[in-house]
């Protein structure tokens, strides 16, 4: 059973950067990514890896995000990182780790069976 739990949430002005992290108890393959949900909005994916196509170089970034933000992954500390940098006012949400247990899953998937509680990120 994998525990997802973030941290790093804050409030934050435009233009400034902020780290996420996701200690992701249990958590040894497959697929680990971030989401985020604006109220009145869908959740939307923000970045995501699988754990064999990083070791690769494959990334998945939302393009709303792309080069602004960076994931990563500490295997020895078992936590998700999530650097984003020149925040804007639309990066507001609620910020949650995912994670796909499946070798198989792609990092760009929206079907993850396990979920944190979320972390606030607001932008002003």
């Known amino acids: 059973h994998v525990q997802l739990v973030e941290s790093g949430g804050d409030s934050v002005q435009a233009g400034g950067s902020l780290k996420l992290a996701c200690v992701a108890s249990?958590?040894?393959?497959?697929?680990i990514a971030w989401f985020r949900r604006a109220p009145g909005k869908e959740r939307e994916g923000v970045a995501g890896?699988?754990?064999?196509?990083?070791?690769?170089?494959?990334?998945y970034y939302a393009d709303s995000v792309k080069g602004r933000f960076n994931i990563s992954r500490d295997s020895a500390k078992n936590t998700l990182y999530l650097r984003m940098s020149g925040l804007k006012l639309e990066d507001t949400g609620m910020y949650y780790c995912?994670?796909?247990?499946?070798?198989?899953?792609?990092?760009?998937?929206?079907?993850?069976?396990?979920w944190g509680q979320g972390t606030q990120v607001t932008v002003s």
């Open positions: 249990g958590f040894t393959t497959g697929c």
């Open positions: 995912a994670a796909d247990q499946r070798d198989e899953c792609a990092s760009g998937h929206t079907e993850y069976p396990f």
């Open positions: 890896l699988n754990v064999l196509d990083s070791r690769r170089g494959r990334l």
